[in-house]
């Protein structure tokens, strides 16, 4: 923490600055966020895509011919996933909000940890492993009641009980569409934003990898956090190459001075 200090202080009073100044603030995160609390990268080296090939276990064309590698793959990641909880970074979003800061979190990730931190507006452009539906009759069912159905129904994965078809997460497979309202609401808060705070996030997967560019061709403003160099750090007002759960409770802290010297 006192390497950040030293190093991006200034970074950190610029981001701050901007964020204190912006009257339509998003936050646009990605799996960096998540890693912090353990959850492993899906696309990152060494992540899950390495080692259970997408084409096989992540893509929905493959999926509906044999929902049994999924599931198979689901159950040995679903522990890391399901016993995640908020790291530094997620409260300190969750305080951006609460303090009037960020209209919105846009994720890329589907562990629910944001919600969880505290933030209440949150648009999940890749969807959510806590939430599943039959992918025939889109009936709906529980976390828990899917752990109960793999207990029985271990062969095939679960079925659903109405017409007996796959039961899916919620999460967006290669191959599907991101869910609709989730992105045309990411796109038009991402062009009506005056300031992007970009968190965790290497800007590589499309289409979410995009939204920046809205906010930019409106003339909006980026700061982007994140441990490694992103295509987009030549464009952004602030850029701050470290952790986020170091980072953004830092920006927090120096939001909070500013408002204490404003009202002085």
Not at 51 to 57: A, G
Not at 67 to 82: D, G, H, R, S, V
Not at 110 to 131: F, T
Request: proline share 6%.
């Amino acid at each position: 923490m006192k390497v950040v200090r030293l190093i991006e202080k200034k970074k950190i009073q610029k981001a701050a600055s901007l964020l204190l100044n912006s009257k339509e603030a998003i936050v646009l995160t990605g799996a960096g966020v998540s890693t912090e609390s353990g959850i492993p990268d899906f696309r990152g080296e060494g992540g899950i895509w390495e080692k259970y090939k997408p084409e096989i276990y992540g893509n929905i064309s493959a999926f509906l011919k044999n929902p049994a590698k999924f599931w198979e793959m689901a159950q040995k990641i679903a522990p890391n996933l399901f016993k995640a909880k908020p790291n530094p970074g997620h409260y300190a979003l969750a305080e951006l909000e609460k303090l009037g800061i960020i209209k919105a979190v846009i994720t890329q990730n589907i562990d629910e940890l944001h919600q969880k931190a505290g933030s209440i507006i949150v648009y999940e452009i890749h969807g959510s492993v806590n939430r599943f539906n039959c992918v025939a009759c889109n009936a709906s069912y529980t976390k828990e009641q899917i752990l109960r159905k793999l207990k029985k129904e271990k062969k095939g994965g679960p079925s659903c009980e109405y017409c007996a078809a796959p039961l899916k997460p919620s999460a967006v497979l290669f191959g599907e569409p991101l869910p609709r309202f989730e992105k045309f609401q990411s796109q038009a808060l991402a062009q009506k934003a005056d300031v992007m705070l970009i968190a965790g996030s290497s800007l590589s997967v499309a289409p979410a990898c995009y939204l920046p560019l809205y906010t930019l061709r409106e003339n909006g403003k980026l700061i982007i956090v994140n441990d490694q160099p992103t295509d987009l750090d030549d464009k952004a007002e602030v850029v701050i190459h470290h952790k986020t759960g170091a980072v953004l409770p830092l920006i927090v802290e120096e939001i909070k001075r500013l408002q204490i010297l404003q009202k002085a």
